[in-house]
């Protein structure tokens, strides 16, 4: 993935998997274990890291960030940017709290709510198996998205489901989209980061 993380973002992200497989019994937060967990998860959420950089956002809310992904991953290799956890479930919430204190992560922040009730405007909008794209969810975008430069990077699987959902949405002559595909590896499947700019 062209990641040259230092020891210590190493070791931060592998304390993150073990209190993840230590806690993931008891809170449900990830449907993985071992190195599926890995994989389908933490390679995942880090495959954004390149792109989020090139975006260059000073704060990120991560909606619907459930056990942190991508947020969290996101935060620990891209330590100058601050991120907004989004999480309306107060179980995981918990959890996020506990992992950002457990890791010391400075520039992270948990926000126990629905993307519906933000009132802060946001450069980027991560998420990641969170919703489709419909025109209900573009709307609640553009709502918490700086009005001159906001951006959606969403995490995506199959190119012909993100067109299927694209093409479903209203028509709007300033909305521009990008699809990248994205190399997870050991993952034999495709995946995809959406970047679409909402004016």
């Not at 520039?107 to 919703?131: A, D, H, I, Q």
């Amino acid at each position: 993935m062209g990641l040259e993380p230092d020891a210590g973002k190493v070791a931060l992200i592998d304390r993150y998997i073990k209190e993840l497989e230590l806690w993931n019994p008891r809170y449900g937060l990830v449907n993985a274990e071992g190195d599926d967990l890995i994989i389908r998860h933490i390679l995942d959420s880090l495959s954004g890291v390149k792109t989020m950089q090139g975006l260059g956002p000073a704060v990120v809310a991560d909606i619907g960030s459930g056990a942190g992904l991508p947020g969290i991953p996101l935060a620990i290799m891209l330590p100058k940017i601050r991120f907004h956890l989004v999480e309306r479930s107060g179980k995981r919430t918990g959890f996020l709290r506990n992992i950002i204190l457990t890791l010391g992560l400075n520039n992270v922040s948990v926000m126990e709510e629905s993307m519906e009730n933000l009132t802060e405007r946001y450069e980027l909008v991560t998420f990641r198996g969170f919703s489709p794209f419909e025109n209900k969810l573009i709307k609640h975008l553009k709502k918490i998205l700086c009005e001159q430069k906001g951006t959606v990077l969403a995490y995506k699987g199959r190119k012909a489901q993100i067109l299927e959902e694209l093409n479903a949405l209203d028509e709007d002559p300033e909305r521009e989209i990008t699809t990248l595909p994205v190399n997870v590896p050991f993952l034999e499947e495709e995946r995809h980061l959406v970047i679409m700019h909402l004016h």
